[in-house]
Nanobody
Framework: QLVESGGGLVQTGDSLRLSCAAS????????MGWFRQAPGKEREFVAT????????VYADSVKGRFTISRDNAKNTVYLQMNSLKPEDTAVYYC???????????????WGQGTQVTVSS
């Protein structure tokens, strides 16, 4: 089970940190990622991280502003979001799977999502 938290309403340029707590799985062995879905749009990839946190990939739209990290001792993955823009407004989902981190399209367990709204 994955439970996201940390979403909210912020202004352009603000920062937020999302957290995703995992339970019931061998978290430290799984690749993890963040995805988002804006109203009326398809869900899109945001970032992914491998099992030990040493390898990451980001969508071009968030590169340089967002940072994914994980703490395997706490069974938690994070998404630090800086310099937020209105176009970052979406429901953010945490996901994971027993696949290479770059095969994020295969992630097969998902959280329920947390809303991030960025006002202009």
């Amino acid at each position: 089970q994955l439970v996201e938290s940390g979403g909210g309403l912020v202004q352009t340029g603000d920062s937020l940190r999302l957290s995703c707590a995992a339970s019931g799985r061998a978290f430290s062995s799984y690749s993890m990622g963040w995805f988002r879905q804006a109203p009326g749009k398809e869900r899109e990839f945001v970032a992914t991280i491998n099992w030990n946190g040493r390898n990451t990939v980001y969508a071009d739209s968030v590169k340089g502003r967002f940072t994914i990290s994980r703490d395997n001792a706490k069974n938690t993955v994070y998404l630090q979001m800086n310099s937020l823009k209105p176009e970052d407004t979406a429901v953010y989902y945490c996901a994971g799977g027993n696949f290479p981190y770059f095969n994020y399209e295969r992630f097969d367990f998902w959280g329920q999502g947390t809303q991030v709204t960025v006002s202009s």
